[in-house]
């Protein structure tokens, strides 16, 4: 099962199961998918929307970072995640607004398997979107984040949105 919204929380266990059951209270239509070091992945049917409700909820989320809805899963590799981030931002990010790529976690190269320095994957990945980059004040984020899915296989998420639609709590910055 493929996971669409990503809440990310203070590290520990006792904050895990806190985090865990404020979220499903909010948001009872959630489905938990998997878990990682301080990082719950849900399924849900429109994971802006959640983004939304649980925003109306700040004060109470004192242990939520980040609340990130996600538009497409994918392999963990710089070629994948290059050309899925190429198609969906000639959807959604329109001719003449800027752009900045945010990435958190490692991806690999196809061909050597080896991991990509997050510069060089930043850079492919920017190469093949046909919007002007801004790197202070971007209309749009692409963020990608690379994350072990069943504690084995490593894939990518993928979000376009303007910064608002993520929600930041602990750090201001989507």
């Known amino acids: 099962m493929e996971f669409n919204l990503i809440v990310t929380h203070e590290p520990g266990p006792d904050n895990y199961r806190y985090v865990l059951s404020l979220v499903r209270s909010l948001v ?3 489905i938990l998918v998997d878990t990682g070091p301080a990082v719950l992945l849900f399924k849900t049917g429109d994971p802006y929307k ?3 409700e649980l925003r109306k909820f700040a004060d109470e989320l004192n242990m939520v970072y980040r609340v990130i809805p ?4 994918m392999s ?3 070629e994948e995640v290059a050309e899925k981030a190429a198609e969906l931002a000639l ?4 001719p003449g607004k800027t752009y900045r790529v945010t990435l958190k976690g490692r991806l690999f190269w196809r061909e050597t398997g080896l991991p990509a320095h997050s510069l060089d994957a930043i850079r492919v990945i920017a190469e093949k979107i046909d919007r002007p980059v801004s790197l202070t004040h ?3 984020i692409v963020y990608i ?4 899915l069943y504690r084995r296989r490593r894939v990518a998420s993928l979000t376009i949105t303007t910064p608002d639609k993520i929600l930041s709590l602990k750090s201001g910055k989507p």
């Open 28 to 30: 009872p239509e959630l």
């Open 50 to 52: 959640v983004v939304e």
């Open 70 to 73: 996600v538009d497409a899963t």
């Open 76 to 78: 963990a590799y710089v």
């Open 91 to 94: 959807e959604r990010i329109p």
């Open 138 to 140: 971007p209309d749009y």
């Open 145 to 148: 984040r690379s994350l072990r």
